[in-house]
Nanobody, 124 residues
Framework: QVQLQAYGGGLVQAGGYLRLSCAVS????????MGWFRQAPGKEREFVAH????????DYADSVKGRFTISRDNAKNTVYLQMNRLKPEDTAVYYC?????????????????WGQGTLVTVSS
C-alpha cells in the first residue's frame, strides 16, 4: 500500500506564496505519477497539477498555469507544489494523490491513494 501525508498549508495574503509538500511512504514512490487536487468549501474536488514518474512531463489546470509549479524528489519520496502569486480563489484544502495510471489524471477517480489534505487560505 501507499500512504501520503500533505503539509505546508497556511494563511497568506493575496500575492504571496506557499510551498506544499507531500511525503509518500514505501519503496514504490518512483513508480507513481503524482497529482495535486484542491477542494473549496461547497465545491467539488478539482484537478490542479500532475507530474510523471520522471518529472519530465507536467500539466496544470488553466486556473493555476503560470503561477503553480509541481515537482518531485524521488530520493526523498516527496512531491511539491510551489504556489506563487496566490489569489483568494485559490483558497481550498489541497490534496496530493498517487496515480496508478489506469485513467486520465484529470479525474479524481483515476487515483488510488490520497493524502489527508492541507488547508490553504488566501486573504484579500
Amino acid at each position: 500500500q501507499v500512504q501520503l501525508q500533505a503539509y505546508g498549508g497556511g494563511l497568506v495574503q493575496a500575492g504571496g506564496y506557499l510551498r506544499l509538500s507531500c511525503a509518500v511512504s514505501g519503496r514504490t514512490f518512483s513508480n507513481y505519477a503524482m497529482g495535486w487536487f484542491r477542494q473549496a468549501p461547497g465545491k467539488e474536488r478539482e484537478f490542479v497539477a500532475h507530474i510523471s514518474w520522471s518529472a519530465v512531463s507536467t500539466d496544470y489546470a488553466d486556473s493555476v498555469k503560470g503561477r503553480f509549479t509541481i515537482s518531485r524528489d524521488n530520493a526523498k519520496n516527496t512531491v511539491y507544489l510551489q504556489m506563487n502569486r496566490l489569489k483568494p480563489e485559490d483558497t481550498a484544502v489541497y490534496y496530493c494523490a498517487a496515480d496508478p495510471g489506469r485513467g486520465s489524471y484529470y479525474y479524481t477517480g483515476s487515483y488510488d491513494y490520497w493524502g489527508q489534505g492541507t488547508l490553504v487560505t488566501v486573504s484579500s
